[in-house]
């Protein structure tokens, strides 16, 4: 479910919160070009070093010196401006005329709006997220599950920056993981107010500012801020760690493990969230819970209660404020006067209006739509966390062109067979351990496999959409010599599949597949839709992967 929504205009300023003057110049700096994806096949990268985002590369140390050496030089105080991101309407919005009293916005960087302006005030939290009149609850959802963790923000949001003093210019830079690579975006610090306010995404801090700029950056990336209304969680998780993320359904298909799935998640330091489906963003009036929005989840427990033990879950809605869950188990709820109190101290319990709140594993399953679990490697057993200490990751870059290589479905199997083709050999069985696997894993190999389509939210000012997608792998007996053909797909069925066409970024697979050969073939549903992918294929062992297209 794609999830976005608004939150009211922000109040009319009181006198003291007006303006600040603040005297600027300001110079411009051209932006650094945003690094491209590799191109075809890297193979066998080790796990360990797909997140060091520290060796990405930035310009943003060189040109902050530039500034610093210009006002050292004149005397003059300089800041920069983003000349790609300009503080103009391009960057707001992509559409012929502007949302909501979007033309009343004013840019105005966090000086003009602060008296004591700062990026961190107390490190981050979940708490520190409010959403404002853009819909990307998805992503702000996003942030939130992903701040539990302090090393990832740390990797996300440099320390090394400063908004006041001497080292202060007027530009920061955020990292963000896009189709297989790390990227670092620099934006300057000019934010988009209404009545002297930040109107889009804010801490709960007035003078902390690293949310509206991330955000901003984040909007920078994808064209505008605009083309960040409306997704899935699934994707903002994957932007900040470079994990990969696994959607499971609710109601009545819930998995009977899907608790204890959630419990190892979070002790392994996964990342969690959840969806609610329906329209319009209606909060409803009877449980507090919000249509069409997107909540982060941030804890579960098994705690004793009364002689025996419930299971709880904690959430987080990034509108913040007293938009909570009503039910059992809610901040006001009298399941909390019988519960011993070194149990509620351990749980964090707080009766507080900040968003946050704890609810039944069952209402949870019963009122919610969907979840999803980000784990920064391959999850290949299914159970919230990362298989292993060790695994290699193989990345394709490839491209569906309509009459060459867009085919469509099986639905045409002489048009499915022109789509792209790889060859996947698997050398080697899984390393086994009869104290921790299960029989049946014995001589196989764990593959989890993603197909991603690039670059269509970039493309929303174009009117591209996402489109449906699906994976399917084929065991060959023997590498063929040029790409299968439709009289091979008339006679064999995929061993492994993504199953129906969604229009999600990223569809998986996660298989237990016997050594030996197989074919990849990513397809759309519709023959001739275009568009360029990205499959990541995380295994144990090396593996061979070669382009049969031909």
């Known amino acids: 479910m794609g999830i976005g929504d608004s939150r009211p205009l922000p109040p009319v300023p009181k006198e003291e919160d007006k303006d600040i003057d603040f005297n600027e110049d300001t110079i411009d700096v051209p932006p650094p070009p945003e690094p491209k994806a590799d191109p075809d096949i890297r193979e066998n990268v080790e796990g360990s070093t797909l997140y060091n985002v520290e ?26 401006r983003d000349q790609e991101f300009p503080s103009e309407s391009i960057s707001l919005y992509y559409s012929s005329r502007p949302p909501s009293r979007w033309d009343t916005i004013k840019w105005k960087r966090p000086t003009d ?34 701040s539990r963790s302090a090393t990832h923000m740390k990797r996300i949001i440099p320390q090394d920056q400063k908004m006041t003093g001497p080292d202060y210019v007027g530009m920061f830079h955020f990292r963000f993981w896009r189709y297989g690579k790390w990227v670092d975006v620099i934006v300057d610090d000019q934010l988009p107010t209404m ?13 902390e500012f690293w949310l509206p700029l991330l955000e901003k950056a984040y909007a920078k990336l994808h064209g505008s801020y605009q ?11 994957e932007d900040l760690t470079g994990g990969i993320a696994i959607n499971y359904d609710l109601g009545r298909k819930t998995p009977d493990s899907l608790f204890t799935i959630l419990y190892k998640a979070f002790r392994n330091e996964s990342f969690v969230s959840a969806g609610i489906g329906g329209s319009g963003n209606i909060e409803d009036r009877f449980t507090g819970l919000v249509s069409a929005h997107a909540y982060a989840m941030l804890k579960v427990a098994r705690a004793a209660y009364e002689g025996g033990y419930v299971d709880l879950v904690k959430f987080r809605n990034p509108w913040g404020g007293s938009t909570e869950w009503r039910g059992d188990w809610s901040d006001s709820s009298t399941k909390w006067d019988t519960m011993d109190e070194s149990v509620k101290r351990q749980l964090g319990y707080a009766d507080k209006d900040n968003g946050e709140w704890w609810m039944s594993y069952d209402d949870f399953t019963t009122y919610f739509n969907d979840v999803t679990i980000c784990t920064v490697g391959p999850d290949f057993d299914a159970d919230g966390a990362p298989s292993g200490d060790k695994w290699l990751l193989s990345t394709i870059n490839g491209e569906w062109k309509s009459g060459v290589s867009a085919g469509g479905s099986r639905n045409d199997i002489y048009s499915y067979a022109t789509n792209p083709q790889y060859l996947l050999y698997l050398q080697e069985a899984d390393d086994y351990d009869p104290d921790e696997d299960s029989p049946a894993e014995k001589g196989k190999c764990s593959v989890l496999a993603g197909l991603m389509q690039e670059y269509r ?94």
């Open 55 to 80: 060796n990405v590369t930035t310009e943003y140390t060189e040109i902050k010196d530039a500034i610093v050496d210009k006002s050292n030089a004149t005397g003059k105080t300089y800041v920069y």
């Open 113 to 146: 709006i602060s008296r004591d302006p700062r990026l961190l005030t107390d490190g981050v939290g979940s708490e520190d997220i409010v959403q404002g009149q853009l819909g990307d609850c998805w992503w702000l959802a996003s942030c939130a599950a992903i």
């Open 195 to 207: 009545n002297g306010f930040l109107c889009f995404g804010r801490s709960a801090d007035k003078n």
């Open 227 to 237: 083309a960040i209304e409306g997704g899935f969680t699934q994707d903002g998780m």
């Open 457 to 550: 939210r970039s493309g929303k000012e174009d009117g591209l959409d996402n489109l449906y997608i699906s994976l399917n792998i084929f065991k060959v007996s023997q590498p063929p010599r040029t790409r299968l053909d439709a009289r091979f797909f008339s006679r064999n069925r995929e061993v492994a599949t993504t199953s129906t066409y969604v229009n999600r970024r990223e569809v998986t697979i996660t298989a237990e597949l016997d050594p030996g050969y197989y074919v990849i073939v990513p397809s759309c549903f519709n023959a001739g839709d275009s568009g360029t992918f990205l499959i990541r294929v995380f295994t144990e062992k090396n593996v061979d992967i070669q382009d049969i297209t031909g």
